[in-house]
């Protein structure tokens, strides 16, 4: 069965560093996500991605995050800076279409800010 | 703005014993609704959707869901728990007016004791 997969399983960075979490979605897919889980609180919306360009943001994606999918297959979440409260599970996840069909979630990448 | 709630946060049952986890959302037109579930160790896997349609969906490994449109609810159940449906379950739902992104409840861990 296909399968989203995340690179990698847990990063442990220094504050103000910057990472680069990656995903790649399942092949024909055509809308990836971001979300992310801080220990304790709800799995929460970043952004999706589609036809190349961000559709939708939230609040929490401020100018610190970007996005891109530079080669057609991987995507990918940056940090420019991070701070210690961008600790958390960051899952990326994948859907054929829009929000009418089921998305398909990655394991999740546990970023460690220090 | 919209929310998810899920009353429970921890259940803890037999096996056998039979499982309901209440599902609530908040006023927002048009819903899809999803329950996901997370096995320890892995990723989100999606258990059952509602998009339209029989208010009672019937998802994997026995589980199922009923949408009541006037209480705004989509409970998940099950008769028969086994020990391997400990998991964390999570109520998700895509306001339709919102755009695609999935709003997560704040999930329920559930222990099956064997």
């Known amino acids: 069965e296909p399968e989203v997969t995340q690179t990698p399983s847990h990063q442990v960075t220094q504050m103000g560093q910057e990472v680069i979490l990656r995903c790649v979605p399942i092949?024909?897919?055509?809308?990836f996500y971001w979300y992310r889980q801080i220990l304790g609180q709800k799995v929460e919306f970043l952004v999706s991605?589609?036809?190349?360009?961000?559709?939708?943001k939230s609040e929490i994606f401020d100018d610190q995050f970007s996005v891109e999918r530079p080669d057609g297959s991987n995507f990918t979440l940056k940090i420019r800076s991070t701070k210690l409260e961008d600790s958390a599970m960051y899952f990326c996840?994948?859907?054929?279409?829009?929000?009418?069909?089921?998305?398909?979630f990655g394991q999740g990448t546990r970023l460690t800010v220090v | 703005a919209q929310s998810v709630s899920q009353h429970n946060h921890h259940v803890i049952l037999s096996e056998a014993a039979s499982l309901e986890l209440g599902c609530n959302y908040s006023?927002?037109?048009?819903?899809?609704l999803f329950w996901y579930v997370q096995y320890p160790g892995q990723h989100l896997q999606l258990l059952l959707k509602?998009?339209?349609?029989?208010?009672l969906v019937k998802g994997i490994k026995g589980f199922e869901a009923e949408f009541i449109k006037s209480k705004f609810s989509f409970n998940l159940r099950k008769p028969s728990v086994q020990w391997s449906d400990t998991a964390e379950y999570f109520c998700?739902?895509?306001?339709?007016?919102?755009?695609?992104?999935?709003?997560f409840g704040g999930g329920t861990r559930v222990l099956v004791k064997p």
């Open positions: 509602y998009f339209s349609g029989d208010p």
């Open positions: 092949s024909n897919h055509l809308y």
């Open positions: 006023y927002g037109g048009t819903v899809n």
């Open positions: 996840a994948s859907s054929l279409w829009t929000g009418g069909t089921e998305a398909f």
């Open positions: 991605f589609y036809n190349n360009e961000i559709s939708e």
């Open positions: 998700a739902v895509n306001f339709k007016a919102a755009g695609n992104k999935l709003t």
